[in-house]
C-alpha cells in the first residue's frame, strides 16, 4: 500500500518554464490537496479538490493551475514558473473532509527555479 | 495572515526529558490536529482532539485543548533521540478552512 506518490522528488526549473507535479493515491480518498512548504512560513494551502470532479483556491492559488484527474490523482501545474515558486510541495489526501479527519502526505517534491 | 502560531519555535532537550509544544488559533474549530515531520520527509499524523475534548492521549503523547484561550498543547514524554522533528498543528475551523501552524523544531540529544 503505497499511500500518496509524488513525482518527480526533485526538479530544477528556469524562470518562465512550465512543469506538472503528479500526485496519486491508492487509498480510495475523496479529498486531496497541494501545499507549498517554505521555511518559517509552514504549510500553505495552495488548491484542494473537495471530491472528483472540483477544484477549489487554497490560500496562495496565483500562479498554479490544478486537475483532478479522477478519483486517485491530482496534478499541480505552473505554467510559467517564477524564482517565488522555489519551494517544497505536498500534495495530500484525506478520505472526508480534512476538517473531519486525518490528512495523509506524500514525501514532496523539491523544486528549484532559477 | 490567518496561520496559527506555535511556540515556541525551537526546542532542544536530553533525551528523557518531557518536551511541551504550543500551538495558539485564532477562530472557533471543530478539531485541532498534530502531525510530525522528520527532516526531508512528509508530515505523519499523530492525534485529533475535538472541540468539545479537552485532553487526550496516544502512547507517550497527551495533547490539551482550550477552546476558551484558543490554545492547545502537545507534550511528549520521556522523550528520545527518534522524536527529533518538527511538530505542527493543524487546525479547522467552522467554515472548513485548515490552517497549520508554523512549527516547532525538536532536537532530543541522545
Known amino acids: 500500500n503505497a499511500g500518496v506518490t509524488q513525482t518527480p522528488k526533485f526538479q530544477v526549473l528556469k524562470t518562465g518554464q512550465s512543469m506538472t507535479l503528479q500526485c496519486a493515491q491508492d487509498?480510495?480518498?475523496?479529498?486531496m490537496y497541494w501545499y507549498r512548504q517554505d521555511p518559517g512560513m509552514g504549510l500553505r494551502l495552495i488548491y484542494y479538490s473537495a471530491s472528483e470532479g472540483t477544484t477549489d483556491k487554497g490560500e496562495v492559488p496565483n500562479g498554479y493551475n490544478v486537475s483532478r484527474l479522477n478519483k486517485r490523482e491530482f496534478s499541480l501545474r505552473l505554467e510559467s514558473a517564477a524564482p517565488s515558486q522555489t519551494s517544497v510541495y505536498f500534495c495530500?489526501?484525506?478520505?472526508?473532509?480534512?476538517?473531519?479527519?486525518?490528512?495523509?502526505f506524500g514525501e514532496g517534491s523539491r523544486l528549484t527555479v532559477l | 495572515s490567518q496561520q496559527g502560531e506555535e511556540d515556541p519555535q525551537a526546542l532542544s532537550i536530553q533525551e528523557g526529558e518531557n518536551a511541551t509544544m504550543n500551538c495558539s488559533y485564532k477562530t472557533s474549530i471543530n478539531n485541532l490536529q498534530w502531525y510530525r515531520q522528520n527532516s526531508g520527509r512528509g508530515l505523519v499524523h499523530l492525534i485529533l482532539?475535538?472541540?468539545?475534548?479537552r485532553e487526550k492521549h496516544s502512547g507517550r503523547l497527551r495533547v490539551t485543548l482550550d477552546t476558551s484561550k484558543k490554545s492547545s498543547s502537545l507534550l511528549i514524554t520521556a522523550s528520545r533521540a527518534a522524536d527529533t522533528a518538527s511538530y505542527f498543528c493543524?487546525?479547522?475551523?467552522?467554515?472548513?478552512?485548515?490552517?497549520f501552524g508554523q512549527g516547532t523544531t525538536l532536537q532530543v540529544k541522545p
Open positions: 487509498m480510495n480518498h475523496n479529498s
Open positions: 482532539i475535538r472541540s468539545n475534548e
Open positions: 495530500a489526501s484525506s478520505a472526508i473532509r480534512a476538517s473531519a479527519g486525518e490528512l495523509f
Open positions: 493543524l487546525h479547522s475551523s467552522n467554515t472548513g478552512k485548515l490552517i
